[in-house]
């Protein structure tokens, strides 16, 4: 099994510019995420979806779109970046091992920085 | 104030000590409590799980709840130069498994050989 995978890795775009992160997993998990990583901040939730068909905000939310295509995929969309959002951009997806043990899998994320 | 809080850091100890990690949240509802390990350029991985109060073991960690204080914290024992990395603290609310987990800003520790 793969995991999650992220594309790109790296990524370098202009403001004003628009690009699209790929996600996906194959562990057949109901629920991915969206965060971004700044220093100093932690992880902070963009996008998640708690199942196909449905996405809801979370805590920074301003400047992206998501779509959950299937199961498996799920894209972050900028569509007109801005410097402030240069950050590395996590993927996760969740499965419940048992009462309350909600566990994250985390993609190896994109180096995005926006000029 | 925010919901998930924890200190900084660098925190530093010598090969073979105790590491004391500490994590504070603003939610008294939060249900479960989790220990994400990060390595400087990679991606977190979960290290420790806790659920209700009391102390939870595995190998060499550790990790202590108390709800009433609103407090869960991480020990290592046995510190290792392996265990250097960025240590985040992470709380779901709720009770239903769309909830969202908070993630606090991590602590940094070094294990000085």
């Known amino acids: 099994n793969a995991g999650v995978t992220q594309t790109p890795k790296f990524q370098v775009l202009k403001t004003g510019q628009s690009m699209t992160l790929q996600c996906a997993q194959d562990m057949n998990h109901n629920s991915m995420y969206w965060y971004r990583q700044d220093p100093g901040m932690g992880l902070r939730l963009i996008y998640y979806s708690a199942s196909e068909g449905t996405t809801d905000k979370g805590e920074v939310p301003n400047g992206y779109n998501v779509s959950r295509l299937n199961k498996r995929e799920f894209s972050l969309r900028l569509e007109s970046a801005a410097p402030s959002q240069t950050s590395v951009y996590f993927c996760?997806?969740?499965?419940?091992?048992?009462?309350?043990?909600?566990?994250?899998?985390f993609g190896p994320g994109t180096r995005l920085t926006v000029l | 104030q925010k919901e998930v809080e924890q200190n900084s850091g660098p925190l530093s100890v010598p090969e073979g000590a105790i590491a004391s990690l500490n994590c504070t949240y603003s939610d008294r509802g939060s249900q479960s409590f989790f220990w994400y390990r990060q390595y400087s350029g990679k991606s977190p991985e979960l290290i420790m799980f806790i659920y209700s109060n009391g102390d939870k073991e595995d190998g060499r960690f550790t990790a202590q709840l108390n709800k009433a204080s609103q407090y869960v914290s991480l020990l290592i024992r046995d510190s290792q130069p392996s265990d250097s990395a960025t240590y985040l603290c992470?709380?779901?609310?709720?009770?239903?498994?769309?909830?969202?987990?908070?993630f606090g800003p991590g602590t940094s520790l070094s294990v000085i050989p």
């Open positions: 996760a997806s969740q499965w419940i091992a048992g009462v309350g043990e909600h566990t994250q899998y």
């Open positions: 992470a709380v779901r609310t709720g009770k239903t498994s769309y909830d969202k987990v908070i």
